[in-house]
């Protein structure tokens, strides 16, 4: 997600504490909490079920499209439905296959990810990198 084209389009004014302050519109909130939970995190907080179950809209998803993260969107929104149903609890891992799927869409999609891809190779060449992927992998929590 491109954060400056994001502040441009979705910022509103916010009453705090009698000042008014500018923050991402709710809408927004949901389609960055949608990337950060799948491409970042690979996981699902109960916290981004509450922003998406209290502020999903068509102007979400329209937002998630514009940005090029309706696939992120799509995952965070069939893990709270399960979670919603009682099926499985959050934290909730991703599954490798919902994973592929999001990062080949944003690699096939999106021209700045596919510019990290680069950096993401030297991350990859790194000698600890079976500890990193392991500890990342069998963590439970955030």
Not at 39 to 61: G, I, P
Not at 97 to 123: E, M
Request: with cysteine; net charge positive; hydrophobic share 45%.
């Amino acid at each position: 997600m491109d954060g400056g084209r994001l502040l441009d389009c979705c910022v509103e004014e916010v009453d705090v504490g009698g000042l008014v302050a500018k923050a991402l519109s709710r809408e927004a909130e949901v389609a960055v909490a949608a990337a950060h939970a799948v491409y970042k995190e690979h996981m699902v907080l109960l916290m981004d079920c509450l922003v998406a179950w209290t502020w999903m809209n068509k102007r979400a998803w329209n937002i998630a499209v514009e940005h090029g993260v309706e696939e992120a969107l799509e995952a965070l929104l069939e893990v709270c439905s399960l979670v919603r149903r009682g099926l499985v609890e959050a934290p909730y891992r991703l599954k490798p296959h919902v994973l592929l799927k999001a990062y080949i869409h944003k690699a096939l999609h999106d021209p700045v990810f596919r510019s990290t891809l680069l950096n993401t190779l030297r991350y990859l060449a790194r000698r600890d990198l079976g500890l990193r992927i392991s500890t990342r992998l069998t963590r439970r929590g955030y």
